[in-house]
């Protein structure tokens, strides 16, 4: 089993910043692209942003130069650092990760793994 724990939502006035932080744990052979998605009430989940196990980085237009997506390959954690937030900024925010995960003396194919969701309310 492979498990995704988010951390650092919460309330923030337009302008400020936050950062997510976003743990894989279990049985993990190799993570390949991870990433963040967010999803507002009464709305689907888009793409915020997503870094690849190189360090190549993909963003929303909407957040682009605004948030940073990074990652610790040691630590299997990916971060959001987000700056200058926006009430449309709001909702609740996923992790994924594309995991093959150890089975045996092998490892499965790469399938996506959702994390909790944290909330962030941009609002003052």
């Known amino acids: 089993q492979v498990q995704l724990v988010e951390s650092g939502g919460g309330l923030v006035q337009p302008g400020g910043s936050l950062r997510l932080s976003c743990a894989a744990s279990?049985?993990?052979?190799?993570?390949?692209?991870m990433g963040w998605y967010r999803q507002a009430p009464g709305k689907q989940r888009d793409l915020v942003a997503t870094?690849?196990?190189?360090?190549?980085?993909n963003y929303a237009d909407s957040v682009r130069g605004r948030f940073t997506i990074s990652r610790d390959n040691a630590k299997n954690t990916v971060y959001l650092q987000m700056t200058s937030l926006k009430p449309e900024d709001t909702a609740v925010y996923y992790c994924?990760?594309?995991?093959?995960?150890?089975?045996?003396?092998?490892?499965?194919?790469?399938?996506?793994?959702w994390g909790q969701g944290t909330q962030v309310t941009v609002s003052s």
């Open positions: 279990g049985s993990i052979f190799s993570i390949d692209d």
């Open positions: 994924k990760a594309d995991c093959r995960e150890r089975v045996g003396f092998g490892f499965t194919p790469y399938q996506g793994y």
């Open positions: 870094i690849s196990s190189g360090g190549r980085t």
